[in-house]
């Protein structure tokens, strides 16, 4: 069984490094920013099944109207990515959501707060992350550089996606 | 539709042909692979297999068929063998044709300028978030800088409790303090029978009597502009003519000494008024601050020695001052000669009883 799984977040929130770390374990430091659409497989093994990942990782977006809705025609999942040094990339996140909602109906997503490393510039409160925890959302606080909670996170997504 | 030349045609299909490299696939209703062709070795398509399903062997075709809106653009899809292609699915003849058109040198060019135009971006808001940062920091600061000032001036405050204005200005300036003053008016006031009442009347009307005294007698140095010098015990030291000289000093002590015997009688303890053994001396004296950590301004010399001695041998409620004090006080004071007394260490003194 293999599902398809979307990437959606701002630019340069770690959305291809979060892939690089879950897929091939590997961190770096240097920013190169998406053009068009890069895919990933990774096969996740679960209490009673192995699932195919088919990440795809979509440009990041400054300007939330350049982004193509149809690249996430077939998703049964969705990880939104904001930064967690940057405020305004969780709003991004947000509303991409709606969009790929209006377009397609409500899908499993997880939300991931990336760049956990960064803690002394971390420009989002805990209370507002809970606030998130109390809709019931699945919050991940990762870090691609680390790894910290990311395979948590996709793992979380695909036994979503598989219920 | 407008028709080209069949030559004009025929070159911008090869030109499109080879600058993009098209590669097709035919997927027919059961979604396999019914036909491939064009360059799809430039694709790595190579080994796909005709009649097996599409999704199975092209992993970014997994959820996209059967699709109700076609025909459908994907721009800039990095494949798996690293190429880039446009694909774009279409109907035609009962089936779903996939178009690969290759645009890897687009997408690099584009990765180029847009690589820039967010590392301006992510720069600018850093700069944004520090320059923040900064601001409140910088308030930060300002406000541990106002505590700072207010810390100060309640330093100064208690500065100023302990020593007089004039003196706590030279110490702050770090000048040494040691003046001989030639005419001061020293008075030392006790209270009578002090120690017999402290077992008396317990530890807590106790202070509140010393309280009582020493605040009393705070507030009228003030009044009268003399200068509390020290508390002994249950003894207070008061100056006239310090640190600042006036020549009136015998007579401001003077006043200073029967407002401080009335003063303390309007308040009871015990059931007992305050009683006070009061002496006065004039003469010159030596004043310095000492210590280094605890400050403490005194005075020193014989006229000191001879005031405390004065206000010992003092009666209960009588001011007692010396013929020093009396020569230079002015004629509104009523006194009267006391007989001439032996002081230890001292000799016989004349003294007089100031009586109001």
Redesign the interface.
Known sequence: M???ICMLGG??VGKTSLVRRFVQSIFSDT???T?????D?KSVALPNRTV?L?L?DLA?E?DIGSF?V??V????GLVLVADG??AATLAVALTLRERVEAEFGAMPFVLLFNKSDLRD?W?ISDREIDEFRQLGWQIYLTSALSGEHVDDAFHQLASMVTA | MRRLPREVGSWIYDFFYNEHSVAYLKIDARLCIAAKGGNVEHYGLSSLCIGKPVADQLEFMEGLLPCPELPCHMAMVELPNGRVADLHLFTGNACVWLLFLDTTAERDNKQRLQQKAYEMTLLEERERQLNEKLQSTNEALRKSQEGLSREYQRAESLLLNILPASIAERLKANKKIADNHAEVSVLFADIVGFTERTRSVGAVTTLAMLNYFFKTADRLSERYGCEKIKTIGDCVMVVAGLPLARSDHANALARYALELRKAVKRERFAGEPLRLRIGIHSGPIVAGVIGKRRFAYDLWGETVNLASRIQTSAEPDEIRISDATHQLLGPKFVCDPLEETELRGTGRVRMWRLSA
């Open positions: 293999q599902k398809k630019f340069s920013y190169l920013t053009v068009g659409v890069k895919i497989k195919d088919i795809w990041g400054d193509r149809s690249n025609r077939g998703a049964t040094t940057r510039r420009a």
